[in-house]
């Protein structure tokens, strides 16, 4: 029975390094190569991580036959190329988030993954969280009854990261695919799932454009252009009736805060700020605490333990059209369909 997977990983920036170690740190992962187009940072990261195959083409690592898995850490528009070049070439993948930055090249990934036969899963690391785990399991279970509303945010001040982080041709969006990709993400999931049918969004970028703002995230990263927002807001409506509001920002004048709540007929429950479950009759809930995991480690112990991927390609391309969703109602200032 195999005990290892044979992993590489695309992009050793601040993300790939946080992969790089991961991997080096789980005895599940032999970490065999890491590919980055900077030689310098390449070879640095391999120094650093004891990786003996160092690449600055990631096609020419996806050659090696031994390679069984790649985490691709690269900006989000070169997220869908690296992840189906991967696929193609027979290799599971762990993509960072946003999954991409539009539903087509989502799809794309789908099928690519469906045609190889191969995982392409996301590294979510709010679904990873011990609370969040435990809470869907409440939620799956019943326990709140038919959860209707949910609400998350993750409002930030003076936070827009530096270099590609604001520039759409390399993120594709601001906050809303940088920090919605988490908070819309880990309440939709713990909602159970439901398809969404509309969405109704505004975007504002009133900082980012005037040089204020900056935070010290991305430093390092040659700097560009601030054209994407820095807050989003977004309700989305759902087949079944439910609703999820969803606010993000890089820089807004309000204190920061982080938050996520499920509403339902039975009982409520916080995520965040503070872990706490209401029952609408005051009936305890028992839950059994649950340790944080890392979406890597997790990844390659799914892999050999042939377990689903806790974030599936499937839920991104759903992800991608809410988000979507969202920027498409705000440029049209009114509601519309999600297909």
């Known amino acids: 029975m195999q005990d290892k997977i044979n992993v590489g990983v695309i992009g050793a920036g601040f993300i ?77 993948v762990l993509c960072e988030k946003p999954l991409t930055i539009d539903v087509a090249s989502a799809e794309k990934m789908l099928e690519a993954s469906q045609k190889s036969g191969k995982r392409l899963a996301m590294s979510l690391n709010f679904r990873h969280g ?51 990709s988490h908070i819309l993400d880990v309440t939709w ?5 439901p398809k969404p049918v509309a969405a109704f969004g505004s975007t504002y970028a009133e900082f980012g454009p005037r040089g204020l703002g900056m935070g010290t995230w991305g430093v390092g990263y040659e700097e560009g252009p ?30 920061p805060i982080t938050y996520s709540y499920v509403c339902g007929t039975e009982g409520g429950a916080s995520l965040y700020p503070e872990f706490e479950v209401f029952k609408t009759d005051g009936t305890p809930i028992k839950m059994e605490p649950i340790p944080d995991q890392d979406p890597k480690v997790r990844f390659v112990q799914d892999l050999l333990a042939g377990k689903p991927a806790v974030g599936p390609v499937e839920d991104g391309v759903v992800i991608m059209k809410m988000l979507e969703g969202i920027y498409r109602s705000a440029e049209a200032k009114q509601e519309v369909k999600i297909d």
Request: contains cysteine.
């Open 16 to 92: 790939g390094k946080s992969h790089l170690g991961a991997y080096k740190n789980t005895p599940e992962a032999e970490l065999i190569a890491v590919a980055d187009v900077d030689k310098g940072r390449a070879n640095a990261a391999a120094e650093e991580f004891g990786v003996k195959n160092v690449f600055t083409d990631y096609e020419e690592m996806l050659k090696m036959p031994e390679l069984e898995a790649v985490s691709v850490c690269l900006p989000n528009a070169f997220h869908a190329p690296a992840s189906i070049a991967a696929l193609e070439a027979g290799k599971h």
């Open 130 to 180: 011990g609370n969040a785990q435990m809470l869907k399991k409440v939620a799956d279970a019943g326990e709140l009854g038919k959860v209707y509303y949910g609400k998350g945010a993750m409002l930030r001040n003076n936070s827009i990261p530096r270099g590609w982080f604001h520039r759409k041709e390399f993120a594709g969006g601001g906050p809303l695919l940088d920090l919605a």
């Open 189 to 193: 999931w713990i909602m159970g799932k």
């Open 226 to 255: 601030f054209d994407v927002e820095d807050l989003a807001l977004g309700l989305i409506r759902f087949e079944d009736g439910q609703t999820l509001f969803v606010e993000v920002s890089w820089v807004l004048n309000i204190k």
